[in-house]
């Protein structure tokens, strides 16, 4: 188990330490939403206990210090991402408000008749609906990169698939149901040499990879801060600031205006133009109680933990008959998609559930994943920090007990 300060860090989240069913909770849904620790948990109490008030408007000491720490929390967010400046980062309600949003004004601003967008063959509906909806509107089309039986992407079908007609990529960095680890690097460079922009889904990235704007040069990045120990309703979408600049705003509202006249409105700087109306301000503050608790802990020391237990539930998987690991990738991170040969996965889900074991089954917004392999969904254990050996080797005796009442 993952140590902090000497102690099991598992300690730091107050909902692990629970029983369902009679049984201690295991938690392996962390894909879906993480657990918080006390200092997330504390940060949001903090701000209704003491300086809760709406932002940017008043001039009095409460709106004043809720301004201060809304915006300290975007500076944290900025240097986490190793965003150029911290207007780059706008506050969403989360991965798909962010997705949609760029699929809005980015469509408006460049997708016409004839162009197209590429997405992947692994994308999580949420990096899929928001595109149809676009091209549908704008009259373009929809290309999938598609990938290989082990759940990696084709990359050479994706050079074929670039062309001039090709206005945006917008690729999942990591997949919520196969783990694979996409090279969002290199299909940036390919995008770009093609002078096509690139968002990527960070969705399941930020809380298991170090993630650095600037280096991958991506145009857009979105993801949530629930599945990052944070808490939920609060998402970031950074933006390169010439794409944010020149790009239309979304939303119209209070704060992200200038000035309003009757006749015409002129629009706020960045990050605000992209902020209307009151947000979710203590969701934005405590989100740096996650960015804080993240770099303490230290991603590295998270990444290479929870690998190690991906190796170890993997390896002990694949000594059990009549299973199939759903992606196998060679680069893969926390999730692990499992197929139980003649079971429906479901009632693989509602054993374990009655033995404590928190997991997903079914489609994971991935149904086109599910198409690819002719299955109706899967079992889905996904890591987090605070997951132990100890708990594995629990899940994978429940597993083959739940296995055995149902073969
Ligand atoms: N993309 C991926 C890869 C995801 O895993 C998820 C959440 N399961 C989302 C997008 C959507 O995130 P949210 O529901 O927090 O907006």
Redesign the pocket.
Known sequence: QFLYGGEPIAKQFPALHQSVYGKPLVYFDN???TQKPFSVIHAISDYYNTINSNIHRGVHYLSQKATDAYEVSRKAVASFINARNSSEVIFT???????NLIADVYGAYALKEGDSVIISAM?????IVPWQLMCDKHGAQLKVIPMNEDGELLMDEFANLLDERVKIVAV??????LGTINPVKEIIEMAHANGTPVLI?????VQHLSIDVQDLDCDFL??????MYGP?GI?ILYGKEEWLEKLPPYQGGGDMIKTVTFTGTEYNELPFKYEAGTPHIDGAISLKAAVDFINETGIGEIAAFENGLLHYVTSLVNEIPGIEIIGRAKAKTSALSLSVKGVHPYDVGVLLDKMGIAVRTGH???QPVMDFYCIPGTVRLSLAVYNTADEIDYFISSLKRAINMLV
């Open positions: 894909a879906a939403t309600k989360g991965t798909t408000d962010g997705i994308e999580h509906h949420s990096n999942g960095y990591v997949s919520n149901t889904d960070a969705a399941q990235a979105a993801f949530s801060g629930h599945k939920t998402g994971h917004c991935t």
